[in-house]
């Protein structure tokens, strides 16, 4: 039989489904894939139930329905003085991934160059090349994870069309701050390029941090397509909802694929999340804090053991060195053997990683209930004290 396309039959099964299906084998409490447990608004799901029977069930419009575009476009004022026309410049997806993927379907031409940021989300680089864009890495290192300006200047070239900034940063943790952004600004602005910002993370950020969109630099807001995801905002990962915001005319190329992709999203589910935008600053303070106090309890827990846990500003995820715990072999070993012997599962960093060559870190979900992290971090502790005998 003929083969399917060469480009994404070369990928083998996502990490995150082989590390997950292990860990349902084992039993094992799951770290490894980024979804959240125990923080979904009780009220978010009861709009949703509500507009189920109160609105329609047929194709609302292909950009979103009007309170959601509004919501959107109101939430982004609220919080980063973003003066966004609702009507032309918001765009409704069937969740974050789809964004980014119309955002790339809809700009790339074959052989434009895309700049993109290790480690890096493992969508980027398969959608990247199947729209036909040749891809430009540059390597953020543990564990300071500086970018390397010098590397990302060199990136850029009159080929590239984009970069992809996933800012807060997974699965590092990372925030970039100011002079960092107007670094890359500068770049964008000097080689006519844009930046797909994936920020669904804009408000899983820790310790007092404010979040700064690439959209609010100067000249940046004709350059930027800004990616949120309600399932982040609201932990509702299964709705698939998310939104893009741009100038028109980036966004017009964009919502062509959109329109071929998915076309459009479940109504109940865009009018509970407009309903969720709305929220007062006490939500959004305590799903940060929440998480915050997550954060911390992960982070002691694995340092107690003997990890060296590396800071996380914002996201779900902590990254440990696990060197010091005298394992022999590589994150892709050491995750499968916590998995099967103490029950306990993360994913190998190194799969961020196009080279694979980041091989001594994991990856670690602390978004997950207060019980099931401390019976988490319970099992790694018998299981190293025994191994250390």
Not at 40 to 63: D, F, H, N, V, W
Not at 74 to 90: K, Q, S
Not at 288 to 303: E, I
Not at 333 to 357: L, M, R
Request: with cysteine.
């Amino acid at each position: 039989m003929k083969a399917g396309n060469s480009v994404l039959s070369g990928y083998g099964t996502t990490i995150f489904e082989v590390m997950s299906r292990l860990a349902n084998q084992h039993g094992a409490i799951n770290l490894g894939q980024g979804f959240p447990e125990g923080l979904e608004p009780p009220a978010l799901i009861a709009a949703a139930k509500r507009a189920l029977s109160e609105t329609g069930q047929q194709y609302p419009s292909m950009m979103g329905t009007p309170a959601l575009r509004q919501a959107v476009s109101d939430h982004d004022r609220r919080f980063y003085g973003l003066a966004i026309d609702p009507d032309n410049e918001v765009m409704v997806t069937s969740g974050g991934t789809e964004a980014l993927a119309d955002c790339l379907f809809g700009l790339i031409e074959p052989g434009d160059e895309v700049v993109l940021i290790e480690p890096l989300y493992d969508a980027y680089l398969p959608i990247v090349r199947r729209a036909g864009g040749v891809a430009r890495l540059v390597r953020l290192e543990p564990p300071d994870w500086k970018l390397p300006r010098q590397a990302l200047e060199a990136a850029f070239s009159a080929k590239t069309k984009l970069m992809i900034l996933n800012n807060p940063m997974n699965p590092t943790g990372k925030m970039f701050p100011a002079d960092d952004l107007a670094f890359i600004a500068s770049l964008l602005a000097r080689f006519d390029a844009y930046c797909v910002c994936d920020e669904v993370y804009e408000h899983l950020i820790y310790d007092g941090r404010p979040h700064i969109p690439l959209a609010t630099l100067p000249g940046m807001r004709e350059r930027c397509l800004r990616i949120g995801s309600a399932g982040k905002t609201f932990s509702l990962t299964g709705w698939k909802v998310g939104y893009l915001t741009a100038c028109p005319a980036l966004l017009q190329p964009v919502a062509k694929a959109h329109q071929y992709i998915t076309f459009t999203t479940p109504p109940n589910l865009q009018q509970a999340v407009a309903e969720g935008l709305a929220s007062d600053d006490i939500y959004y303070r305590s799903l940060a804090g929440g998480l915050q106090a997550r954060r911390d309890k992960l982070a002691a827990g694995l340092a107690d053991i003997g990890f060296t846990v590396l800071p996380c500003s914002g996201s779900y995820f902590l990254t440990a060195d696990f060197r010091p715990l005298g394992f022999v072999g590589d994150d892709t070993d050491f995750c499968k053997h916590i998995t099967v012997e103490a029950g306990v599962t993360a994913v190998p960093v190194s799969i961020f990683y196009e080279a694979g060559d980041i091989r001594h870190y994991a990856r670690f979900c602390f978004a997950k209930k207060d019980e099931a992290l401390d019976e988490a971090l319970s099992r790694l502790k018998r299981h190293f004290a025994q191994h250390r005998r």
